[in-house]
């Protein structure tokens, strides 16, 4: 009889963070390609989902569709679940009681980043409840929580007492993630200039990547903007010394746009501090483009010898260098960098980790 691993996939039916669904799927894939032998994966979706994974031994849809499951988790209750191994690459999850000992049952959840304790402000009151009251159930009834680098365990680990059942798993790049053939047409349909940097950040960050393509006479491109939060933006970046007309909000793009406008940039700029997975940082080393970060425990894990970690004040230098002398070898030590983020190498820690519970 073959080992199931069960793989949460609620992200399915969810696009208000494409980025985590994007990962759970590749995730899964690599958790099919890495199957030791005898073992399979299958997964759980809520209602109504429409699952086409190439692999997949098996869907289970829950009884209830998403808004409602996600309700009825936070609560610990957990219609037609069943035991086994489950895998969550994000906090939803059935965490309940369980026996590891005896029934072989293991519940793993995954947190990406902490902003509902570092930036609550920036997220829906209710999403904030959500991820609080779930860390909780964590606590109690995960056997260990994924995150994504060493710093973020660290931070974690002050947050709630869940001993050594914090692990580090990294995540990677959207699987395929290239250059399109037509990103010249893809940033041209998005009316993006010649020549730009991208900056990334979240809340009143923003304001050094703003600055620092003010100093450097450069256009700045933002990717990902809330519906509703571009003029905020547009107005941080004037405020910035940025001329409104040289900052281009742009909102949430699918994978190959994102390439197209990354290839396209100059730099990236990435200004968040927070304990965080940086997507966009690890998508630019992924296509060698120079990275320009504010110092951090999550960039130094992440990022560390394949971009320039620098205090905000110094980030307009770091990256006009990064877009003169320094462009040619900035570009191969984040090519060299991005080497070590991969689903596959991540897919094979998960099923160790199953291992070794």
């Known amino acids: 009889m073959s080992v199931q691993l069960r793989i949460v996939l609620d992200q399915l039916a969810h696009v208000a963070d494409p980025d985590q669904a994007e990962a759970a799927l590749a995730l899964t894939a690599g958790l099919i390609d890495t199957a030791p032998r ?12 429409d699952l086409d994974l190439p692999g997949v031994n098996g869907v289970r849809p829950m009884p209830l569709p998403r808004r409602e499951l996600l309700a009825s988790w936070q609560l610990g209750i957990a219609p037609g679940v069943g035991g086994g191994l489950i895998h969550a690459p994000s906090l939803a999850a059935p965490l309940v009681r369980h026996d590891r000992m005896n029934d072989h049952d293991q519940t793993t959840v995954t947190l990406w980043d902490l902003r509902a304790w570092e930036n609550p402000e920036l997220m829906p009151r209710a999403s904030v409840v959500w991820y609080k009251g ?6 109690k ?7 994504p680098s060493h710093a973020m365990a660290e931070r974690l680990g002050d947050l709630a007492p869940f001993g050594d059942r914090i692990r580090v798993i990294a995540g990677a790049a959207p699987l395929g993630f290239a250059t399109p053939a037509d990103a010249a047409d893809r940033r041209a349909a998005l009316s993006l200039p010649a020549v730009y940097v991208l900056v990334t950040g979240e809340g009143d960050s923003y304001t050094d990547g703003f600055r620092a393509a003010a100093r450097a006479d450069v256009d700045a491109v933002v990717i990902g903007a809330v519906e509703g939060t571009e003029p905020a933006l547009a107005e941080l970046a004037a405020a910035s010394g940025l001329p409104e007309h040289r900052a281009h909000i742009r909102g949430v793009l699918d994978a190959a746009d994102r390439a197209a406008v990354l290839a396209g940039a100059g730099a990236v700029v990435a200004t968040s501090t927070s304990s965080a997975w940086p997507w966009r940082v690890v998508e630019a080393m992924t296509l060698g483009v120079p990275v320009v970060a504010v110092d951090s425990g999550a960039h130094r894990d992440v990022i560390a010898d394949g971009g320039a970690l620098v205090d905000a004040a110094e980030l307009a230098d770091a990256l006009e260098d990064a877009l003169g002398e320094g462009e040619r070898r900035q570009r191969v030590l984040a090519s060299d960098r991005a080497r070590a983020f991969s689903w596959q190498s991540s897919a094979e820690r998960v099923w160790s980790l199953h291992a070794d519970l």
């Open 134 to 139: 779930m860390l909780r159930r964590a606590v």
């Open 38 to 49: 005898g073992c399979v994966v299958s997964a759980i979706v809520p209602a109504g989902s």
């Open 141 to 147: 009834h995960a056997d260990a929580v994924v995150v």
